[in-house]
């Protein structure tokens, strides 16, 4: 599911549709009245199992969603399709043979660059098993601006489970790897400009067995939190939360929680405030309750080392990002120095001013609310976030979510 700026709800997935047997669905439905506005179908030639796995939103209001179908011939492909927002139309429909078909499990992801480019990774089959396989999308036409193959040092299997976007456009992705047949919680950092790998790392829970990441996120403190199951020692599976240094990928720390019958506990989503709280959610197993949701939150020190002083003002973070109901934004002045921030809607208009005075040397943070200078409360939909120091000028895409 995605919301677009008027709240407006696109669901994606699958329908039977009668001898042509399970086709990709997606819809549009009014926020206001769930009314549908429009439905699509479509499949590959073999009507067989044929599905959506994601759906994002762009900053132009247009839903994007990617899946796999199948043709004649058992042949498997993904596709990534951009829509109109108004009646579904399509804008761009791209579609390739590298991909992995198993209508069982989600092998899909998308995520949304600030130049709105569209990421995909997903789950691939290769000589050694499993394979990460990235693919980066024009936003205008879906033409390719790179694709690459992540392949472990171990050459086990390297199976993806989830995607984000970090604050400075680079591809975050989480899941697990085989390493010599000992399957690990694997986390990439990718530069979201070529596809290239900039870390790899892993944890391996306590008896060295089975460890699953399942979600990823940004930490406030520009950390990379990844949390997923994790056999313990005579407790099944149990919840770990791990925090990798954003620059090197070298652990930080991690937190582990069993459930209250020490059976097979599970989290499914991990996310971070911008106040230092990450926020775990998920199931574990209760005294006769069976599958209960449980809720986890961990407070963790956003502050970090002064380093040397740029020569130059930076807009250095926004996290997190998409938020809901703050988000907060740090830079760095060389000097003392006239600086401004300030929020604008995609039509230019300012919403809000942050930040307008002549500031000391050094690190200044601040934080919006989602409202604009009477008190309002803005829409969910996306922003720029625009800091301005003498000639310096930068900005960034915000989504206010809801």
């Known amino acids: 599911m995605a919301l677009d700026s008027q709240d407006n709800v696109f669901i994606t997935g699958y329908a039977m549709i009668g001898a042509e047997g399970k086709q990709a669905l997606t819809m549009k439905i009014n926020g206001t009245n769930g009314n549908v506005v429009w439905s699509d179908t479509f499949g590959g030639s073999a009507s067989d199992h044929d599905l959506s796995w994601d759906i994002v939103v762009g900053s132009d209001d247009n839903p994007i969603v990617s899946g796999v179908i199948k043709d004649t011939g058992e042949i498997a492909k993904y596709f990534v399709r951009k829509m109109q927002n108004s009646n579904g139309n399509i804008i761009w429909d791209e579609r390739g043979t590298d991909t992995q078909f198993n209508p069982d499990s989600r092998g899909t992801w998308l995520d949304i660059l600030p130049n709105d480019d569209v990421v995909m990774v997903q789950r691939v089959f290769g000589d050694n098993g499993y394979d ?8 205008d036409d879906g033409q390719a601006q790179w694709s690459r193959l992540y392949d472990g040092a171990t050459h086990g299997g390297d199976d993806p489970r989830g995607l984000t976007i970090d604050s400075d456009g680079n591809i975050l992705v989480c899941g697990v790897q085989d390493i010599l047949w000992n399957y690990d919680f694997m986390a990439l950092k990718i530069d979201g400009s070529n596809g290239n790998t900039i870390w790899d790392s892993n944890y ?7 460890d699953v990441a399942g979600s990823i996120c940004e930490g406030p403190d520009g950390s990379v939190i990844v949390a997923g199951l994790s056999d313990g020692t005579g407790t099944g599976w149990d919840w770990a939360t ?3 240094d954003g620059e090197s990928g070298d652990q930080l720390w991690f937190k582990r929680m069993d459930g209250p019958t020490s059976q097979s506990d599970e989290p499914n989503h991990v996310i971070a405030s911008s106040s230092g709280e990450i926020f775990v959610t998920g199931y574990g197993y209760g ?12 407070q963790v020190e ?33 000097r003392r120095d006239q600086a401004r921030l300030a929020i604008y809607d995609l039509r230019g208009r300012q919403v809000n001013t942050l930040i307008e005075g002549n500031l000391s040397e050094g690190t200044h943070t601040t934080s919006w609310d989602g409202r604009n200078e009477i008190g309002q409360n803005m829409p969910a939909g996306v922003y720029l976030a625009i800091m301005e120091s003498g000639s310096y000028r930068s900005s960034r895409k915000i989504v206010l979510a809801k």
């Open 242 to 244: 791990v925090a990798f």
């Open 302 to 334: 956003t502050t970090s080392a002064v380093g040397d002083t740029p020569m130059l003002a930076s807009f250095t973070k926004a996290w997190p990002n998409p938020f809901n109901p703050r988000i907060t934004f740090s830079f760095d002045l060389p």
């Open 132 to 139: 990460v396989f990235l693919k980066r999308f024009a936003n």
């Open 204 to 210: 391996n829970g306590p008896p060295g067995w089975y």
């Open 287 to 298: 005294e006769g309750s069976n599958k209960d949701m449980i809720t986890v939150c961990y």
